[in-house]
């Protein structure tokens, strides 16, 4: 197969993907993951992609934040199954963190009649929460209008000054081999100073996640402690090599 036939197969599955990997793309062309590395470097050289550690990104989702609305309507039934999951864990008099993520947003409906403190960035957990029993602490700083959530150095201080018994958290991806990453340095940040400042983290992560690298890989896996997902895969077998639970 010659480099255009290539190119255009690349540049269609990042169009309707979004974004793809080195393996997936060197399985589907039946090609070597070094060509596809090397082709990879000439359309990100070209502006065509963007390129990413373990494979490529369309170019705008680099620029745009995925609309908040958006994510919240995508995979509904997994996330609530994650989510009964969760609150499971979640007990009565317990101090909790709640990032911004869709997934975790979900968790919302299941915790409403429990008697808890939760410290949250997230606007939309707010406003969920707030005719509820549960008590609510809105971290400060500045707001992010398409995440709808509050990021930023003063919003990671407000976290440093609470001590949680559980964070409950999401990423975008997650490996064994890299561990966890996201598209942002700023929901990256939320994420460590939860995790650090919680006595056991957990990671609210559907399976189309788990086993891929996104833009910013920023800690290693077993930084979560406990990893809730809709079903069982491979990726998820090597998480748990690295001691981490997993409950599905």
Request: charged content about 25%.
């Amino acid at each position: 197969m010659n480099f255009q036939k290539r190119k255009n197969i690349i540049l269609n599955l990042v169009e309707d993907l979004g974004e793809v990997n080195v393996k997936e793309l060197a399985d589907r062309m039946d090609i070597s993951e070094i060509t596809v590395r090397r082709d990879l470097v000439t359309l990100a050289a070209d502006g065509l992609i963007y390129r990413t550690h373990g494979g490529a990104m369309k170019i705008e989702l680099t620029k745009t934040p995925f609309d908040f609305k958006n994510k919240v309507a995508v995979n509904i039934e997994q996330k609530d199954h994650i989510c009964r999951l969760a609150a499971l864990e979640i007990e009565d008099g317990d101090i909790i963190f709640m990032d911004c993520g869709s997934t975790v947003f979900r968790l919302c409906q299941f915790i409403k009649q429990k008697e808890i403190h939760v410290v949250t960035n997230s606007l939309p957990v707010v406003y969920e929460l707030m005719n509820s029993v549960v008590k609510i602490n809105l971290v400060g700083g500045e707001i992010d209008k398409d995440r709808l959530a509050v990021h930023g150095r003063i919003a990671e201080e407000h976290i440093a000054r609470y001590q949680a018994n559980k964070a409950f958290v999401g990423v975008d991806g997650i490996s064994a081999e890299n561990g966890l990453s996201a598209h942002s340095e700023n929901e990256a940040g939320i994420t460590l100073a939860m995790a650090a400042h919680a006595n056991f983290t957990y990671l609210l992560c559907d399976s189309s996640k788990i086993g891929k690298d996104k833009y910013l890989q920023f800690a290693p896996a077993n930084l979560v402690n406990v990893l809730i997902s809709n079903e069982k895969t491979a990726p998820i077998s090597d998480l748990e090599k690295k001691g981490i639970r997993v409950l599905v």
